[in-house]
């Protein structure tokens, strides 16, 4: 609950106080009119129809009529104003929370199951104030101030009819319905999630799909998907209509047992009619009060999961920052004894590894495929904790840096680039919002793609998904000119070279180099114009002595 009402608790409480109105108006409107005409009807019975005050209650009762109309639009406006907006930033903290979670547990997230969690979850805390906690606050302290109205104004019994067969029947309902409904909403919910995830991997992959004869198969797991879907929700609404029915027997328990006892007491002159009809009418229309109940507990399982997976991401999302260790520094990156392991417990990919990068100095790591140079450059980046030694860079310890001050300083380009649909300037401001137009140019000039994207279009062209409209090579230029634009002081890059001729892998290298002269940089190395390139060169060889060339 406090996730979502954070920083939107006055507007939340101005929308629990108009759904209090609304309910109170409600059962005043629909007590005062059964009131009104039993005691006008009584009136006439006895022949002092003309001597009685129509005016002043038909005056209140429009009054009511209108009065909950404008609450209940005020209502509205409220909560759902308040709720949009807490939703909105929840948004934001969620995914500034994703950002700050180890590497290894950003590299296994799938963009479409992920993506439809969030929303999933959002859409489920959105239930969670609207459909619960408000109506469900208002409507119990309405239940209690109307059983004790009716108490002082009819009479207790009735009173206590209203409050046990309202207060406590409904919130017995609502426990054990929950109790039942939670597991069948949560398997709902997640099946919801993978048809969603089906289908969009069905959409993502359909050339490869299309080349390999593979549409058939994947459509019939797309409906084997729906038909789970549809089980996990009938299941749901089965429980739902249960639930109705226990609510709606009740409610016309609580009317029918009213309006016996209001008819005895009448009867026996304790109360008068219209006495009796207030508390027949109010225990009508407190029926709207647990109405939320049944909505509720079909969406109960999805919300409490909901509020587990996003605690512990905003929790992280508000770490605070350290102060920066590295400022006015002008030591290398240094490794010293460093291991790393598969896993907790995995074995080491390498034997303990020494060695150091100052600034203005090359440094290539070479090895076979699989030796650990992409790890040990995302323990450079501060991503991945060593599972030995130690790897430091100002003198402090990286992977004990907070995020925000290692991308002030490091700027990596790793194996996979990565470019999202848009245009050109719009990729490139990704490293550097704030780059003018020239700025953005000369970082293309640097690593030989300016003219290529003039041809295209200039910086306003468009890529489609994942960069699509450049080729290989080119899309790893564009990344290197990102990483051009952080202007960092340690570059790390993993086979920057990758899909690039000979004359232009060298030209591009070089060009790095000049633009920046003051940087550390460390490569993972496999071609022949990296290693030339390099200063120095460290062999990472498994499980084995790592010399220094």
Request: hydrophobic residues 50%; proline residues 4%; contains cysteine.
């Amino acid at each position: 609950m406090l996730l979502l009402f954070r920083g939107e608790k006055r507007a939340f409480a101005q929308g629990c106080a108009l759904s209090l109105l609304v309910l109170v108006m409600g059962v005043a409107l629909l007590a005062l009119s059964g009131w009104f005409i039993t005691a006008a009807a009584a009136a006439g019975m006895v022949g002092l129809g003309t001597l009685f005050n129509v005016f002043a209650p038909s005056a209140m009762v429009r009054f009511l009529a209108l009065g909950r109309t404008a609450a209940r639009y005020g209502e509205r406006l409220t909560t759902h104003d308040a709720t949009l907006r807490a939703l909105s930033n929840l948004r934001g903290q969620l995914l500034m929370g994703v950002l700050k979670s180890p590497y290894r547990q950003l590299e296994r997230l799938r963009a479409s199951v992920f993506l439809n969690r969030v929303t999933a979850d959002i859409d489920a805390l959105d239930g969670l104030a609207l459909r619960l906690l408000l109506p469900g606050i208002a409507g119990l302290a309405v239940i209690l101030v109307s059983a004790i109205a009716v108490g002082l104004m009819v009479h207790p019994s009735i009173g206590l009819v209203i409050l046990v067969g309202y207060g406590f029947g409904p919130t017995l309902v609502f426990l054990v319905g929950q109790s039942l409904a939670e597991r069948p909403s949560r398997r709902a919910e997640a099946e919801m999630q993978a048809l969603r995830s089906r289908v969009i991997d069905l959409i993502t992959v359909r050339e490869e799909l299309i080349a390999f004869g593979q549409v058939p198969k994947a459509q019939a797991s797309i409906g084997k998907a729906a038909n789970y879907q549809l089980n996990g929700q009938a299941s749901v609404e089965a429980i739902e209509r249960q639930t109705g029915f226990w609510l709606e027997l009740m409610g016309w328990s609580v009317v029918t047992l009213s309006l016996g006892i209001g008819a005895s007491l009448a009867q026996s002159g304790t109360i008068s009619p219209a006495q009796a009809a207030i508390g027949i009418f109010t225990a009508l229309a407190l029926s709207e009060t647990v109405a939320p109940v049944r909505r509720a507990l079909s969406e109960i399982g999805q919300m409490r999961t909901a509020a587990k997976r996003i605690a512990p991401m905003l929790d992280q999302a508000d770490q605070t920052v350290a102060t920066d260790p590295f400022h006015g520094s002008d030591k290398p990156l240094a490794a010293d004894d460093l291991v790393a392991t598969r896993g907790l417990n995995g074995s080491p990919l390498f034997a303990p590894l020494s060695f150091y990068v100052a600034p203005r100095e090359t440094v290539a790591l070479t090895g076979r495929s699989g030796c650990g140079k992409s790890t040990i450059l995302l323990m450079a980046a501060g991503q991945i904790a060593p599972s030995g030694g130690d790897l430091s860079y100002g003198g402090a310890s990286l992977h004990l840096i907070p995020a925000e001050t290692l991308n002030t300083h490091i700027a990596m380009v790793p194996q996979r680039h990565a470019l999202v649909a848009g245009t050109i300037a719009e990729n490139l401001r990704l490293a550097a919002p704030d780059a003018s137009d020239a700025e953005l140019w000369e970082a293309l000039e640097v690593v030989q793609l300016a003219q290529t994207i003039r041809a295209k279009g200039g910086l306003d062209a468009r890529l489609e998904f994942r960069g699509t409209g450049l080729s290989g090579g080119e899309g790893r230029r564009l990344v290197l000119a990102r990483a051009l634009l952080c202007k960092p002081d340690l570059l790390l890059l993993d086979e920057p070279t990758e899909g690039l001729d000979s004359p232009l892998a060298k030209s591009v290298l070089d060009g790095l180099r000049k633009a920046m002269p003051k940087a550390a940089i460390l490569m993972a190395a496999h071609r022949p114009e990296e290693v030339a390139f390099a200063d120095r060169v460290v062999q990472v060889v498994s499980n084995a002595t790592n010399f220094l060339k």
